[in-house]
Every structure is written in C-alpha cells, then in structure tokens.
C-alpha cells in the first residue's frame, strides 16, 4: 500500500533545462565511472567535469561553498573589461582577502619581511596586456545569464604553462580539511621551481586569477583597476552517505577512495555503518524515495526537524513537496524510535511543515524478525526490508465541514 501523494508546486521561473539523471550510459559497450574521496567522515568529488555530471543528473550533492549547485565565485558580479570577463570585487573585500593571504603565508612560517614582500607584489595594478598574454593558454568561456564561472581550465593541447598558476594561488584547499571549517593554504611550488617539473597539473586550478577591483569612494563608474586574486577556494562538491552508497551500490557509476585506494561495496557499507547508527534505515527511506522518481535531499531537512525532503524532478523546477521523517520497525510496526514522538511534538512538528508549504511523511523502514545482525553485514539486506509511506494532515473542522457541504 502507497501513500496517495499530491502534485508538487512547480517554481514560476525555470533557468534550466531538465537533464535525465544518472546512470549516463546509453549503451551497454558505454561506461561512466566518477571518482570521490572519503575525507573526514565526508564523500567529496573533486574533478569539475565529475561535479558537473553528477550535480546535474539527478541533483545529487551539494557545493561546499555553495548553498546548493556548486557554483561558487570569488564574485557574484563580473563585468567585461576591455575585452575579458572579469569577476568584480569592492577595495575592501579587496584587502580583505589580501590580510587573509598574509595571514595564510604567516601560518606556513614565512617571515614578516617575504610575507609583506608577497602581499605587495599581488596587490600592484596589472596592465591588460599582460592579462591577455596570460590568458592566452586557457578556456574563456562566455558569460552564462550575466555570470561566468570562476574556474576555468587549460586549452587541451595549448602547451602553455599559465603565468597565471603560479600568481594567483598561494594555495588550494588541503585534503585533510573539514568541509566548511577554516581553510590551509599552501604555497604554489610553482612559485619556487620549474614548470616542467609538475607533470600532472592539478584540474582544480583556477583561470587567470585576475580581479577587478572598484575603488570603494567611487562605486558607480568609480576607478577600476585589474589585480591578481590573493589566493582562490576550490570548490567541492560534497555528497551524503546515502547518495554516495547509492551512485556506487545502485548505479554503479562511483568509485570511493580512501587515502588513494578504491573501498569495495563491502569495505564502504561497514564503513558507513560506522558513521552513523541509522544508516541502513536511511539508505533504505532513501533508495526507496529515488525508485520512486523523487530527488531526496539528505541535509535540506535539518532546519525542518526532519530526515529528508523531496522534490519532484530536482530544486531548480519544483519546491519540495515533502518533508519526510525515517523510522526503523519490525512487522508489528514496534520499533526503538529515534525521535520518540508525542501529540504534542507531532503536532508542532505538523504545523511546521504545513507552514514551509509541504507535507508531513512518515517512511516506516520495516525490518522482518528473522533479520539477523549479521545479514546487516551486507548491503543485500536491503532486498528485505520494507518500506511503509504513511501522511499526517492536521484535521481542520472548518475545512471538513465545506467539503461536506460541497458533496
């Protein structure tokens, strides 16, 4: 028996076409295998072009920078300037990013003097022909609804080192880092050695790092002056335990690594069952919300008290139309809740949803009885698990009686 669910609330402007989601083979001789890391408890996928596909078929992850697409710019303005599109920054937020460069270089135990000396260097004017020249060895695309994206890569088969590789990174957001805690930054070895000694450029670097600084006395048609970005941000794209278990187990288009080794589906689901205690029953909620042509977010629920939300087709078309709570029961519908619930907390938790315009799920993940812990070794355990759809409505008597009338 399934929950009978209502149409969703299309968005009144759509920038996008739809995109079938994953997998992307198109044929059985046709094969798609994106990578990811296991850093801190946390799946990132590293690689643009891998970011791109999977963000964009099926709506799975989010930036680390980004409220959601991974769209992240050092600038949510860019404006052409003598030809080059240009990202622009305000004199302040300028000076800004130049202390946090210092500050960056000081903790890598540079001296005051070589620090100082850097900080100069990258804050001084930068004449347009030698932008250009930069420039010359890297991708421009063009502006994508007034904005252009900030990373951009080398021509394939320019042969050209940029200048701009070794100006304007001092640093590339370490590995070992925590998504959205204090970022390390480490000196290009560009700076310091050969080009030709760096055989495998790193993808995620940036396009010529060139900004347009607006002097901040004068913002409108004020002074504008090209400088080098201080340093840039790599942005991630971070996807949950569930949708990353289920690219890799479901899919099978997703390979995990851990510290460079790929983890087998058996290796990968002992860990995650590490990470959290409720995983099998989410993954479960989860796989079962996407079989049903749902784009489930795992995060977006949080401020609603909830497991996960649903959107029809993915954000950019449809707000969610449900918020749904997971539990875990066995056939009698007996369970340990994990969120034990009250009239009262149900209630409120009812009116919330009600208020954000979605509905109230409850996803009873149904274990049978003679599920032993040692099948929850494997992931081949959710082939007997159920899954039980149930939607709480608050009664409004008002509402009951007009519908009476009416019939």
């Not at 990174?169 to 370490?174: D, I, P, S, V």
Request: hydrophobic share 35%; charged share 25%.
């Amino acid at each position: 028996m399934q929950a009978e669910v209502r149409a969703p609330r299309r968005r009144t402007r759509v920038h996008e076409e739809y995109v079938a989601p994953l997998p992307v083979s198109r044929s059985p001789g046709e094969t798609s295998n994106f990578r990811a890391e296991l850093i801190n408890q946390h799946v990132l996928v590293c690689h643009p072009d891998h970011i791109k596909k999977i963000y964009n078929q099926g709506y799975f992850g989010k930036g680390v920078l980004s409220r959601a697409r991974p769209d992240h710019s050092i600038s949510d303005q860019w404006e052409q300037h003598e030809g080059l599109f240009l990202p622009v920054i305000s004199q302040s937020r300028y000076e800004e990013l130049l202390r946090w460069a210092g500050s960056a270089l000081s903790a890598q135990g540079l001296d005051e003097d070589a620090v100082n000396q850097t900080v100069l260097s990258l804050s001084q004017p930068v004449e347009m022909e030698d932008v250009r020249r930069e420039a010359s060895g890297w991708e421009e695309p063009g502006p994508n609804g007034g904005a252009c994206p900030h990373t951009k890569r080398p021509r394939s088969g320019s042969g050209v080192e940029p200048e701009a590789k070794r100006s304007c990174r001092l640093g590339e957001q370490n590995q070992d880092s925590d998504p959205g805690s204090d970022q390390d930054f480490d000196l290009d070895p560009d700076l310091n050695s050969d080009s030709d000694s760096d055989p495998d450029p790193d993808p995620l670097v940036p396009g010529p790092g060139f900004v347009l600084v607006v002097s901040d006395s004068e913002v409108c048609g004020g002074v504008r002056e090209v400088r080098r970005t201080p340093f840039s941000l790599t942005e991630y794209l971070q996807l949950s335990l569930e949708e990353a278990f289920f690219l890799v187990y479901s899919l099978g288009c997703l390979s995990v690594y851990l510290n460079q080794e790929p983890l087998s589906i058996i290796q990968l689901w002992q860990k995650f069952r590490s990470l959290r205690p409720d995983f099998v029953s989410s993954l479960a909620a989860y796989q079962h919300c996407r079989s049903r042509g749902w784009v489930p977010k795992v995060g977006g629920g949080a401020k609603y008290g909830v497991d996960l939300v649903l959107y029809r087709k993915g954000p950019p078309f449809y707000h969610a139309s449900y918020s749904v709570v997971v539990e875990r029961v066995d056939d009698a519908f007996r369970g340990s809740s994990l969120r034990p619930f009250s009239w009262r907390s149900l209630a409120a938790l009812s009116r919330i949803t009600s208020n954000v315009s979605k509905e109230l799920m409850l996803c009873y993940v149904i274990y049978p009885a003679d599920l032993s812990d040692a099948e929850l070794d494997s992931p081949v355990c959710l082939s007997r698990l159920k899954v039980q759809e149930v939607i709480v409505s608050r009664w409004v008597s008002s509402r009951e009686r007009v519908e009476q009338e009416d019939i």
